[in-house]
């Protein structure tokens, strides 16, 4: 039986079978969930401010969450400073400093250094994602600001900026096009293990903050921090972490989640936790950690970065400021320019934490020395760690040393829990959806062809997006004996445009077809371009959407292929048929987690897609693993030791 030449006659897409704009089906699903998330949070921030006992509950609450979702960061071990370079002005010094944040990682930093007596009260900086990193002018200008105002101030490279690059050829290089590209992938394989690329960053500033003390011109009681763009989100995750910071200014980041995320998009890979939606927090919960410590918040007008949102973020801030009494400490500093830690901004913030750290608000502002050429910054003779240290422990290596660890723990997860309690963790990891009801089911159109009936169906289960599919019924004088699910990730119409389609399976007596497209594939597939090629993602935001709200990507196919099931349950024709599943790319996985949960698959046929999660760590550099990725699962599995709890699945993977 040829369906193709029949099917593809006189049609532009014989698959198609919704008619609304349906390639942003997903993301407004997906932000329909975020908004219900936040409209909880803001439900239950409202009835916490009413009180000043119900704002500290609402902020223990916070902290707690925020602690979860954070994991447990790595242990302290020795920093083995190293000093590399100095350079001498009239009223102070800059030192290059390498320490090691972990055993043979290490980090590039510059502190400043004011003449005279100490102990000064000091400062920690955190860049945004320039890749000159502490070099960038407006950066050196403001720790030229500070120090001449008397504060010791330490400028760190983040990782994948400045002297730390992670992707790096043999001359020490940088082979991908900047840090924002490297953080996002990156966080795909940390993510898989229960890490985050902003716990990573938390745990270095942790590391920066314990060499900024530890030298004999440092106040250890007097410390701050503030940072800008990326650097604003580190300034929130830390200012929230550590209590040794007294005094914090974040610049051109605080805004409303929600907001940002609907108006612009998802950001990088180091500037969100996974599931944070789901916790309900919004970003003016991690600076509620912080109250009522001295809090400067830094914003442009003309940002972008939502102003509105940063409006919002404020407002719920100087709330629980007046409820602890604490109103002077808290101030938004707007100025009618755009992103980035300008000289009006920069001046403010010395004025901030003068006042609260000096007990004066007065501030030398001129003459600024001009900025330092990169190179005299560099801490290294050619400008990246890993040209210096040949044995650089990268971040891809300590992914890889992880994943080993958890080797044996996935192993003895397995063989001490019985399989109930495998799926039922299994099911928690991926958060798949209600299926209570069962699905309704609305059937478009009809196509009688030469040997086969095409029925186009739209199926639809509860608040999940629906399923365009097409169920094909081909005449046979021989009883129905299976049914065929097909997903394939480019979309049923890749499928029936393939001359192989249904010939190249086998023998078609007894065979029945289901095409489906599962959310964010086929007819629900985002247009190309957009999203940023930067992240290496053809559905990243709604990946990144998904991962916020607690569903990551591939859970949420599992629902819909449960749903294709349940759709099957219920139809007298197929009911009681054995289930086969040919899936590719990221729907493959989603199969098989699905055949784990479901005993009506008998078998799978996979294809253009991976065998084990380790591949996502292994080759970081690919593209579109945020579809993949599924946070913490290889604490407890990986795709071999699901195929192997049901022994009679037929799993067969086929050449890419």
Request: hydrophobic share 35%.
């Amino acid at each position: 039986m040829a369906l193709t030449g029949t099917l593809m006659a006189g049609a532009q897409d014989p698959a198609g079978v919704l008619n609304w704009k349906s390639e942003t089906s997903l993301r407004t699903y997906l932000l329909q969930k975020m908004h219900q998330q936040y409209d909880t949070r803001r439900a239950l921030f409202e009835r916490a401010a009413l009180t000043t006992d119900g704002i500290g509950d609402y902020i223990r609450s916070c902290r707690e969450k925020y602690l979860g979702l954070l994991g447990t960061l790595p242990g302290k071990t020795p920093l083995n400073p190293v000093v590399t370079g100095k350079m001498e002005y009239d009223d102070y010094s800059i030192e290059n400093i390498i320490f090691e944040s972990r055993p043979g990682h290490h980090v590039t930093s510059n502190i400043y250094i004011p003449s005279g007596e100490g102990p000064f009260p000091a400062v920690l900086f955190f860049c945004g994602h320039e890749m000159t990193s502490k070099a960038t002018a407006s950066y050196q200008q403001t720790a030229i600001l500070f120090v001449r105002n008397g504060f010791v101030v330490l400028v760190v490279d983040p990782v994948s900026q400045g002297e730390r690059v992670q992707f790096t050829d043999t001359c020490g290089n940088r082979i991908l096009r900047g840090s924002t590209t490297e953080h996002t992938l990156l966080n795909a394989g940390a993510l898989l293990t229960g890490g985050s690329v902003a716990a990573w960053e938390l745990h270095d500033n942790v590391r920066s903050l314990d060499y900024l003390v530890s030298r004999q011109e440092v106040d250890s009681s007097r410390t701050g921090c503030l940072g800008n763009s990326g650097g604003g989100a580190q300034t929130l995750y830390f200012a929230a972490f550590d209590d040794r910071v007294k005094v914090a200014a974040p610049c051109s980041f605080i805004t409303s989640r929600e907001r940002e995320y609907e108006m612009n998009g998802t950001g990088d890979g180091c500037q969100q936790l996974p599931s944070e939606g789901k916790a309900q927090l919004e970003i003016a919960d991690y600076l509620m950690l912080f109250a009522p410590k001295p809090l400067l918040v830094l914003a442009g007008r003309y940002d972008f970065v939502d102003y509105q949102g940063t409006l919002d973020a404020s407002a719920e801030l100087e709330k629980v400021y007046e409820s602890m009494g604490e109103e002077d400490k808290f101030r938004l500093f707007s100025f009618d320019d755009g992103h980035g830690i300008s000289e009006p901004k920069r001046v403010e913030a010395v004025r901030w934490f003068k006042k609260w750290l000096g007990n004066d608000a007065r501030v030398i502002t001129a003459p600024v020395n001009e900025p330092s050429a990169p190179e005299q910054l560099w801490c290294t003779p050619a400008g990246q760690v890993t040209s210096l240290y040949k044995d650089e422990v990268t971040f891809q290596a300590v992914n890889a040393g992880i994943l080993n660890y958890l080797g044996e723990s996935r192993h003895e997860f397995i063989s001490r829990n019985d399989p109930e309690a495998v799926r039922s963790k299994l099911n928690t990891l991926l958060a798949t959806g209600d299926r209570s009801h069962d699905p309704e089911v609305e059937e478009v159109a009809t196509v009688q062809g030469p040997g086969y009936v095409m029925n186009k169906l739209i199926i639809r289960n509860g608040e999940q997006p629906p399923l365009p599919c097409l169920m094909v019924t081909p005449d046979s004088k021989y009883p129905a004996d299976t049914l065929v699910i097909v997903l394939d990730h480019r979309g049923k119409s890749s499928v029936l445009a393939d001359p192989k389609f249904i010939r190249g399976t086998g023998d078609d007596a007894g065979k029945i077809y289901l095409l489906a497209d599962l959310r964010g594939m086929g007819e629900t597939a985002e247009k190309p371009g957009v999203n940023d090629p930067k992240y290496y993602n053809s559905e990243y935001h709604n990946a990144v959407l998904s991962l916020h709200s607690g569903q990551p990507l591939p859970g949420q196919r599992v629902t819909d292929i449960l749903t294709l099931l349940d759709f099957a349950g219920t139809q007298h024709t197929i009911s009681k048929l054995p289930v086969k599943i040919i899936a590719s790319g990221p729907a493959a996985p989603a199969a098989l987690m699905a055949a784990v949960c479901d005993s009506r698959i008998t078998s799978l046929k996979l294809s253009a897609t991976i065998r084990s999660f380790a591949e996502i760590t292994g080759r970081p550099m690919e593209k579109d693993w945020y579809s993949y990725v599924v946070p913490g699962i290889m604490k407890y599995f990986d795709l071999p030791d699901l195929a192997s709890m049901r022994p009679g699945l037929k799993v067969e993977y086929v050449s890419n």
